[in-house]
């Protein structure tokens, strides 16, 4: 594959003549180290690139666990036992063109890198990066990081993630901040399904704050749309869905597919917490630890996704009746997908 990098000015000295190359870009090879996905963005993401042609190194600490990876064409998983592991960290990206850093995203399981060494895996990362002289470089943020929050804060840790992977020298970087991301398996959709299922009550932490869902796939298909799109280059961008709506409503509009007449009602923090505490063993399920703290604050944006990444992301409904909703009306809303001429393979 070929891709277009920032755009430099040169001048080539021919026969006597200085002739100014205008919009003069390095070709940019397919080969993608990948950090920090194993969970419900990685996937996603690994399957896009691999779709897309990239030649992928999926990097994992315990890779007997990820075996299922290597079946995406073009995937190779790739040990990394410690990000301390110099020699591991260097073939981890060795002959990388492009590295993408998931290392945030809360949902990668025993993976998971923890908060109080986010950022000594970040150095690691960019330092790695910046020796093995990758050129591009897509980092995954939240909406709402900000240097203002304090570092104890979870923005304010993403905000201190942000600043250093944007630091890679001699790299191309791209920071996404996606909103809320939402798909089977996610950490809220399918928490309130979960409930739903249990009994016709459902409880919503931080029912107040104002998200812009969109689908996980959606997102992966942006990401890999940035990798050889210049206007991204060196942006920090901000990632969201189409429509606006409070944590309480989208509670609703789950039970709304799902056809059940139930009661949707705020959960004081208190609860919040204590359910989070207890996990697999709390009796409602519609809580977790990691929204307690990355739902905090609205995240919206008046960024336009389909000016941005060049197609419209999809319908709300949809996408949650996809893996919510009675079969009949999954089958409604794909007779509707294949009326708007969408991809039939993302009908379900």
Known sequence: MLKNLTPHHHF????????????????????????????????EVVNALSNA??????????????????????????????????????????????????????????????????????????SAAERAGVKRVISLSQMGASSDAPNSDWLGLLAEVDTMMHGVVNADVTILKPSLLIGENDDTTTRFAKQLNRMPLLMVAQSNTVVQPLWVKDFAQALVSTIRNPDTFGEKLDVAGEERMSLKSLGELVAGLMQKEAIVFPMCRLNANIMAKLGGLAPVASVSSSQLFMLKNDMISESDFSSQFGFAPSGLEWVISTYVAPHHIRERYNYYRKEAGRDASELV
């Open 12 to 43: 080539l000295i021919l026969f006597g003549l200085e002739i100014k190359l205008l919009d003069y870009y390095v070709i940019l090879g397919n080969k993608v180290s990948v950090f920090g996905g194993t969970g419900f963005i990685g996937r």
């Open 53 to 126: 042609g990239y030649e992928i190194a999926f990097v994992v600490r315990r890779p007997e666990r990820y075996r299922d990876f290597a079946l995406y064409p073009n995937t190779t998983v790739t040990t990394l036992t410690d990000f301390d592991n110099e020699v591991e960290l260097a073939a981890a990206v060795a002959g990388a063109d492009i590295l993408i850093n998931l290392t945030p995203d809360r949902s990668t399981g025993t993976e998971m890198i923890e908060q109080d060494v986010l950022s000594h895996v970040t150095q690691k990362i960019k």
